[in-house]
């Protein structure tokens, strides 16, 4: 009788190992940013035994399409990455599961505000952010020391104004003899994040709260274009792609260079790198805001929902934004307030900082069809930097095609 | 006279290294260090085998590797044994309807497949064929120019040889076989060489067709890695580079003789 | 017994095409026939396809990166397939003449043929980067200014044309020099002995001789370059601000980025229609060559 019960026990226990909910996710992150995920992974499963997360790796360019298609398809994974900028997107399609019950009260007080509001779509709270990512100012120490960009103490000087930035790279790269004086990526970096973050200090806006649309500001938007223009004619910088400017940067052939803070996962790492990072500098007499793009978990819709999975993503998305400390070590900042001000966080390399960077944090609007404006946004740029489109062609096309595309 | 012959044959060897530059230049920088590659050198300052060690653990190089062979293998004996049926039928058999099913064979190439790209998607999708090396196997296999290339060089093998089989006996299946089938030999080879490479190559449709990058093939692959993985810089990228080409070098250096021959009879 | 054994072959014959037919049908013509109706709708992969007749072409018309793309596409065509044709055809005749190291050279040209597209677009990027590419260097050796190839407006396109020509022509060397070798070597001798010299002798023996290769290479570059996807979208992803964009990408970007999926496949039938032309001289060329042989 004893033998019975103890071989029961033993199958119950095995069949409740066997009831582990498995669970996918989608994300887009390699190299450090990469391991750091897998960790976290790797964690939750340890401290969850019912659960098991499996990690899918697609390539950055392609997740977009590969999702929407999956879901179409009938077949998305449990959980995907998603940048907060293309939430209305999917949203609006239906394409989400509402995550209200899901999430815990404590963990939706504890956020920064701003970024809660945007997670959220007609109402309903449809991703979990779990950071933010501005862009920022790195600088070569070893290239300002050797250029004379030092004060009294010998430490380095930092731009705080465009002016200051711009006389600071020239001589930098007119003493040194450097191809650039700043180094960056000309589509994204500078159509998109450089564009918002300049426009936005003008006062731009991006969303009408009035007519709840998506409306410009003809007159910023040239004079933001015809700043990032100058930037090229005079020399300071020249087109490049994504890794040509980290590689002229990393090896020292950069003085400044435009990125946003996900690479604090590598530059720490690399022998022969002394660098710093600080916030952007800002037009004098504007608050200083900063673009910065989000990532988030969200749970894509199944044909059928099956409770059992959706919870159990829940839960595993919910615990990652609380342990976003380490995720930190990516060099994102976290947006529960809890964690922001934590030691973990506050403890690694630099974050002090930029962490104040977090306080003017511009993002997109949220509204549907922002991804094909955000990709028309590289196009102009790159069409004004070389000189294919005069600063008031591109605004008379951005202006169009955000009224296009908000229409369609 | 001799002197012209050395010229040109200087001439020509000189075109050709110069021709081979970029490869050349591939295989060097696969084993310079980055800051080699930035200061534009040609030989490395010193043999840095890391790059492939790093290129090895961390990208998913020999599961791309294998899917491409699967998916090229598989579509190519898959074609091989739907096409040549097919051609022979079309082209040394007798039945009505064989003019009107020979036109049809050819429509394929009026349907350029990219045109075609997203219905087909849909459709395969349809078929639960997604994200699966079947996906790009299964709708390689009607190929019209395997059964043009196959039917018009079996439709020049003289009769004889196949009356003479037949007067011992042998059955339909047989003369295939065993007489026009080892006959067309050249035929086959060129087919497979064509569709092997067509399929080893392809870009446009596994891009579409694969969501994981667990099963991407390797060109598709590669892209991905040069794009994407901010760990994996110049060096690397030419080691993997070096890697995916070796095989295919190999092979056609072993196919060469074959490949021309066969090019050569199907001209004709 | 005569007519049993004809309907017992007519039956084999159907059985052995079968296989072949089926899938024909499946994945071939029912999706061609599929790509015509969606491009009277709009779909966007989530809902249901709403019927909207000829607007996808209205849209079509008015919408400057269509036209663009298109002329792209054109304008690759236009840039790549002469030097392909030229420089083989040369290429092959040099291989061809009185020489050594025949089978040398003729590997040599033919090995970048060998290799994935990728491998030879990621590596010829990084020759045209002005910053450490090996073109780049050679420039500075001479004392000009890098230009940045691939960022270029006015270079990114041509710069392209020379990676696909690099990548291509090895193939159609080896077409020309197995047309070469079929000229018997006789009509030179006698050509020879009349008193023909070497450029006479190329005009009017050996381009004529070769014109089924001629076209065989022209018609196949051509369809094969109106279709250019890869090396672009590998090389420059259609830039720099959309220079390089070709009608193939912006119908993947239509279609599989923003899922309008009617635009993205009325743009594909454009594209088709252009290539219907040539595809439709390839196939007539072809069955007339093959019927010569049968005579």
């Known amino acids: 009788m004893k033998r019975l019960l103890v071989v029961t026990l033993l199958l119950a226990f095995g069949l409740l190992a066997l009831a582990k909910t498995t669970i996918t996710v989608w994300t887009f992150f390699s190299g450090g940013e990469g391991f750091l995920v897998t960790e976290l992974i790797n964690r939750f499963n340890a401290e969850h035994p019912d659960i098991e997360v499996v990690e899918q790796i697609v390539e950055w360019g392609q997740l977009y399409n590969k999702l929407t298609t999956a879901i179409a398809a009938g077949d998305p994974p449990d959980v995907s990455v998603m940048h907060l900028a293309v939430l209305p997107d999917f949203a609006s399609r239906g394409a989400l599961t509402a995550l209200d019950k899901y999430i815990s009260k404590a963990t939706l007080q504890d956020y920064v505000p701003e970024i809660l509001a945007k997670a959220h779509y007609d109402g309903k709270l449809y991703a979990v952010p779990f950071d933010t990512h501005p862009l920022v100012l790195y600088y070569n120490k070893k290239l300002l020391r050797q250029a004379g960009l030092v004060d009294e103490k010998g430490e380095v000087l930092l731009p705080k104004t465009w002016d200051e930035l711009l006389s600071y790279a020239k001589q930098a790269k007119e003493k040194l003899g450097l191809e650039v004086g700043i180094s960056s990526e000309i589509g994204a970096m500078m159509g998109d994040r450089l564009f918002t973050t300049y426009y936005a200090q003008l006062g731009g806006q991006f969303y009408d709260e009035k007519t709840k649309t998506v409306k410009l500001d003809p007159d910023k938007v040239k004079k933001t274009y015809e700043f990032i223009r100058s930037l090229y004619t005079s020399g300071i910088m020249k087109p490049m792609d994504y890794p040509t400017a980290e590689s002229l940067f990393q090896n020292n052939q950069s003085p400044f260079h435009f990125n946003g803070v996900w690479v604090m996962a590598l530059y720490p790492t690399l022998e022969g790198l002394e660098f710093g990072v600080t916030r952007l500098p800002t037009i004098p007499g504007s608050k200083p805001y900063t673009w910065a793009g989000s990532h988030t978990w969200v749970i894509p819709k199944k044909p059928k929902d099956d409770p059992a999975k959706i919870a159990a993503a829940a839960k595993f998305i919910e615990w990652f934004a609380r342990n976003a400390a380490e995720w930190a070590k990516a060099g994102h900042l976290p947006v529960l307030k809890s964690v922001l001000n934590s030691e973990a966080f506050l403890g690694l390399p630099m974050r002090k900082d930029y962490a104040n960077v977090a306080e003017y944090l511009v993002s997109s609007p949220n509204v549907k069809g922002w991804l094909e404006v955000m990709l028309k946004m590289f196009e102009i740029g790159e069409a004004v930097i070389l000189g294919k489109m005069t600063p008031d062609e591109a605004t008379k096309e951005l202006v169009n095609f955000v009224k296009q595309v908000v229409e369609d | 006279m001799k002197f012209k012959r050395y010229l040109l044959t200087i001439f020509a060897v000189v075109l050709a290294l110069v021709y081979l530059i970029p490869l050349i230049w591939m295989f060097l920088a696969s084993f310079q260090s980055e800051k080699d590659i930035l200061a534009s050198k040609w030989i490395p300052s010193q043999w840095f085998a890391a790059n492939y060690k790093i290129i090895l653990q961390r990208a998913k190089l020999a599961t791309w590797f294998v899917n491409s062979l699967i998916s090229a293998t598989g579509a190519t004996v898959g074609i091989l044994l739907v096409c040549i049926p097919a051609a022979y039928a079309v082209s040394r058999m007798e039945f009505p309807g064989r003019k009107i099913l020979y036109l049809l064979s050819l429509t394929g190439f009026m349907i350029p497949g990219q045109a075609i790209a997203i219905p087909l998607y849909l459709l395969v999708r349809r078929f639960g064929l997604v994200n699966n090396l079947l996906g790009i196997i299964i709708p390689a296999l009607p190929s019209s120019m395997a059964v043009f290339i196959l039917s018009q060089f079996m439709k020049a093998i003289p009769l004889d040889y196949e009356e003479a089989a037949r007067l011992d006996g042998a059955n339909e299946l047989d003369v295939m076989l065993k007489v026009i089938l080892p006959m067309s030999l050249p035929a086959v080879v060129t087919v497979t060489v064509l569709h092997f490479t067509w399929i080893w190559n392809d870009f446009f449709w596994p891009l579409i067709v694969m969501t994981s990058d667990k099963m991407y093939t390797l060109p598709v692959g590669l892209v991905a890695l040069a794009a994407s993985d901010v760990n994996i810089r110049y060096g690397p990228i030419m080691a993997a580079n070096v890697l995916a080409s070796l095989p295919v070098i190999v092979v056609y250096i072993f196919m060469q003789r074959y490949l021309t021959r066969g090019v050569v009879l199907s001209l004709r | ?295």
């Open chain 3, 1 to 295: 017994m005569a007519v049993y054994r004809k309907k017992r072959h007519a039956l084999l014959a159907y059985l052995f095409f079968a296989p072949f037919l089926v899938l024909l049908l499946i994945f071939r013509l029912i999706p061609f026939v599929n790509s015509i109706r969606m491009i009277f709708y709009k779909w966007d992969i989530f809902g249901t396809p709403r019927y909207i007749g000829l607007g996808n072409f209205t849209r079509m018309m008015s919408d400057k990166t269509f036209w663009a793309s298109l002329w792209h596409t054109v304008y690759f065509v236009i840039l790549t397939v002469p030097p392909i044709v030229v420089l083989s055809f040369l290429i092959a005749l040099l291989i061809n003449s009185r020489i050594s190291f025949k089978n040398f050279l003729r590997s040599a040209f033919y090995l970048p043929y060998t290799l994935t597209i990728s491998v030879v677009c990621i590596t010829w990027a990084m020759l045209y980067n002005p910053y450490f590419g090996m073109i780049g260097r050679i420039m500075k050796f001479f004392g000009l200014e890098p230009i940045n190839w691939l960022s270029d407006p006015f270079w990114a396109m041509p710069a392209i044309v020379a990676t696909t020509v690099w990548w291509t022509i090895g193939f159609c060397i080896v077409l020309y020099l197995a047309g070469l070798q079929q000229i018997p070597t006789s009509y030179y001798e006698a050509a020879e002995l009349d008193g023909a010299n070497g450029f006479q002798r190329m005009f009017f023996i050996t381009i004529p001789l070769l014109k089924r290769v001629h076209v065989l290479v022209l018609v196949t570059q051509i369809i094969a370059s109106l279709q250019i996807f890869g090396q672009v979208y590998i090389m420059t992803a259609g830039g720099p601000a959309g220079r390089t964009r070709t009608l193939m990408q912006y119908v993947y970007e239509q279609g599989f980025r923003y899922f309008r999926m009617g635009y993205a496949q009325a743009m594909a039938f454009v594209l088709f229609l252009v290539m219907f032309v040539f595809a439709y001289l390839q196939l007539r060329l072809m069955i007339a060559s093959a019927k010569e042989e049968l005579v």
